[in-house]
């Protein structure tokens, strides 16, 4: 949807312009200006002022519905690419949406969480930064255990990032985490990510 007004700030500019019709966290807006092109969502234009600036005359403005989405792999109701429908996801809800355990091939125990973080945060766990990945960030795994009662509240709290994968060990696969620890992967109890990523404000 390209627009050429100026003066307002961004939201406003979009909103004269009709809007969109999609849910807030779906949408990204792309501004290009004097050659240079930036893109945001929506959703941080709405919840931070300070990133909804004023547009400047013979700026274009873009929207584009991107969905956010995770990657949910073994012992869950579904294996499949899944969809956000909130701005923030949390990993009981996202195995929710995943169609939960299985409740004859789980283990509660070996819940795992894998993405990529920034460095910062990889040093912050103690961990080594792994040297192929892209750079500023390295890979990282943590673990839940939702047989131990006290990991409920966490899991409500841990953010689910856009390209996350959850994978859920079978049972009698628990060895999984020795293989994960075996590729030199960081390994961190979610709730140390849990600390870093509020310290960090991820």
């Known amino acids: 949807m ?24 779906d949408v990204f807006v792309r501004l290009s200006r004097n050659g240079i092109t930036a893109t945001v969502p929506m959703a941080t234009l709405v919840a931070d002022p300070e990133q909804n600036i004023f547009a400047e005359p013979g700026d274009v ?3 584009m ?25 949390s990993p009981s809800e996202a195995l929710a949406k995943a169609g939960g355990l299985l409740d004859d091939r789980a283990d509660p125990r070996a819940v795992f969480l894998l993405r990529y973080e920034p460095v910062a945060v990889i040093r912050v766990l103690g961990q080594p930064v792994v040297s192929r990945a892209p750079d500023g960030v390295s890979p990282a795994v943590y673990r839940l255990d ?8 966490l899991a409500r709290e841990f953010p689910v990032h856009e390209k996350d994968i959850i994978f859920v060990a079978n049972a009698e696969l628990s060895q999984v985490y020795k293989g994960v ?5 960081i390994i961190g109890p979610i709730v140390t990510g849990l600390t870093v990523c509020q310290a960090a404000k991820c």
Do not use: E
């Open 2 to 25: 390209p627009l050429s007004l100026g003066g307002d700030r961004l939201l406003q500019v979009i909103a004269a312009a009709g809007g969109s019709d999609s849910p807030v966290h």
């Open 61 to 63: 403005v873009r929207l």
């Open 65 to 89: 519905r991107q969905p956010k989405t995770f990657s949910a792999f073994g012992a869950t109701g579904k294996n499949a690419a899944v969809t956000f429908t909130g701005d923030r996801l």
């Open 146 to 153: 939702l047989s131990d009662a006290k990991s409920y509240p």
């Open 181 to 185: 620890v075996g590729q030199s992967i």
